[in-house]
C-alpha cells in the first residue's frame, strides 16, 4: 500500500475521492430511483433493492479511489496511460438500464440495441465494471 497511502497523505486526493464519491452516488442513486428531489427529498430504498443499492455504493467509493489515484499519477507523470474504463461502465451501466427509452427515441436503432444490451446482461455488466475498477487500483498500486 506504499502508493496508494502515499497519494492520499495530501489532503486534495481525499477531498477529490469523498466529491466523487458522493456525486456519483448521488447520481447512480437518482438513477436507480433510490433518492427522489420532488416534492421533498426522500430516500426510498425498497428491499427488491438491496443489490442495487450496495453496487451504487462499492462502484461509487471504487471509482473516487480510482479516479484520484489516476489524477495523482497524472500529476506525477504527465506522460503515463490514464484509463477510466471501469468507472466508464460502471456510470454506462446505471444509466443505460434506466434512460433506455430516451436513447431510443433520441437516437435511433443504433444506441436502442445498446442499451438493450446494456439493459439485458446489467448484472454482468456491473460485476465487469467492479471487477474492473479493482484492477485499475491493483495496477496503480503496482506502479
Known amino acids: 500500500m506504499g502508493s496508494i497511502s502515499s497519494v492520499f497523505r495530501n489532503w486534495k486526493y481525499y477531498l477529490l475521492t469523498a466529491v466523487i464519491t458522493i456525486v456519483m452516488g448521488i447520481t447512480l442513486s437518482y438513477l436507480y430511483q433510490m433518492?427522489?428531489?420532488?416534492?421533498?427529498?426522500?430516500?426510498?430504498v425498497p428491499s427488491s433493492s438491496y443489490s442495487d443499492l450496495l453496487y451504487v455504493v462499492t462502484v461509487s467509493i471504487l471509482s473516487g479511489t480510482t479516479i484520484s489515484l489516476n489524477m495523482s499519477r497524472l500529476f506525477r507523470n504527465r506522460s503515463s496511460g490514464?484509463?477510466?474504463?471501469?468507472?466508464?461502465?460502471?456510470?454506462?451501466?446505471?444509466?443505460?438500464?434506466?434512460?433506455?427509452?430516451?436513447?431510443?427515441?433520441?437516437?435511433g436503432g443504433v444506441l436502442g440495441?445498446?442499451?438493450?444490451?446494456?439493459?439485458?446482461?446489467e448484472s454482468q455488466v456491473r460485476i465487469i465494471s467492479i471487477v474492473l475498477l479493482l484492477i485499475s487500483i491493483y495496477f496503480i498500486y503496482r506502479k
Not at 433518492?35 to 426510498?44: A, E, G, Q
Not at 442499451?115 to 446482461?121: G, H, K, Q, V
Open 113 to 121: 440495441i445498446v442499451a438493450a444490451f446494456f439493459t439485458i446482461y
Open 82 to 107: 490514464i484509463g477510466f474504463t471501469g468507472s466508464g461502465l460502471a456510470l454506462l451501466s446505471g444509466i443505460c438500464s434506466c434512460t433506455a427509452f430516451i436513447l431510443v427515441s433520441f437516437s
Open 35 to 44: 433518492i427522489f428531489f420532488s416534492p421533498y427529498f426522500t430516500v426510498y
